[in-house]
């Protein structure tokens, strides 16, 4: 089992569409969780942490289910602009240092 | 957030050169960079960890003798690819991860092609 997994997508969907994207981890002992969105040949661009609490930023709402491993990441209102792919990230211990782990990318497409 | 610089942001080489790819942070002292790479429509995957004033951590398939690293001092790691072949071509992406911040921040990458 991947240690980070999303559902590669692409979605499709029409402009003003919400949108909602799942991300599983494997460690139960991950502390930290992110989601990234990368653009097309671009590094990637820290979106926003996820918190225990749930947060939300404008149109970005991000929750976290400990229990069930896994985070999400809710887009309202979708515009053209959110076209891109979304990297969901998780950070834990391993082997003695901190470390990072991405999943494989959400792709989007919002369509006119 | 916090501002990392990679260089060279593009690099094309001949098989068998060596090719040194610099990351910085610019605004913030990273005790930890991390150097990933990404091969068209894949996923980032993480090659080692940079820590300042010792070794650098690699990830498992990753050659340490290939892919040499160095973290000198708190705003600089290099990446050096060495004897890089065709199928080294790549996108080549440093994050850092200074004192005060929990998330990482990428560089701009570095896109090397060899012929």
């Known amino acids: 089992r991947k240690e980070v997994e999303q559902d590669p997508g692409p979605f499709n969907v029409p402009e003003g569409a919400t949108v909602a994207f799942n991300c599983t981890y494997s460690?139960?002992?991950?502390?930290?969780f992110f989601w990234y969105r990368q653009d097309c040949r671009k590094e990637p661009k820290l979106l926003m942490s996820?918190?225990?609490s749930g947060n939300e930023d404008g149109r970005f709402t991000a929750q976290l289910n400990r229990a069930s491993q896994y985070i999400s990441l809710l887009i309202r209102d979708s515009k053209l602009s959110d076209s891109a792919t979304y990297l969901c990230?998780?950070?834990?211990?391993?082997?003695?240092?901190?470390?990072?782990?991405f999943g494989t990318g959400t792709k989007l497409q919002v369509i006119p | 957030g916090a501002v990392v610089s990679q260089h060279p942001s593009r690099v094309i080489c001949k098989s068998g050169t060596s090719v040194k790819i610099e990351c910085r942070s610019l605004?913030?002292?990273?005790?930890?960079m991390f150097w990933y790479r990404q091969f068209p429509k894949q996923s980032l995957m993480l090659m080692a960890t940079?820590?300042?004033?010792?070794?650098?951590?690699?990830e498992q398939g990753v050659e340490k003798d290939k892919f040499l690293i160095n973290h000198a001092s708190l705003t600089l790691s290099t990446l050096t690819v060495t004897s890089a072949h065709p199928e080294d071509s790549s996108f080549y992406i440093c994050?850092?991860?200074?004192?005060?911040?929990?998330?990482?921040?990428f560089g701009p990458g570095t896109r090397l092609t060899v012929l």
């Open positions: 994050s850092a991860n200074g004192l005060t911040y929990n998330e990482q921040f």
């Open positions: 460690n139960s002992a991950s502390q930290s």
């Open positions: 996820v918190y225990s």
């Open positions: 990230a998780v950070k834990g211990w391993s082997g003695g240092y901190q470390k990072v782990t």
């Open positions: 605004d913030f002292q990273a005790t930890t």
């Open positions: 940079s820590n300042e004033g010792s070794k650098a951590t690699y």
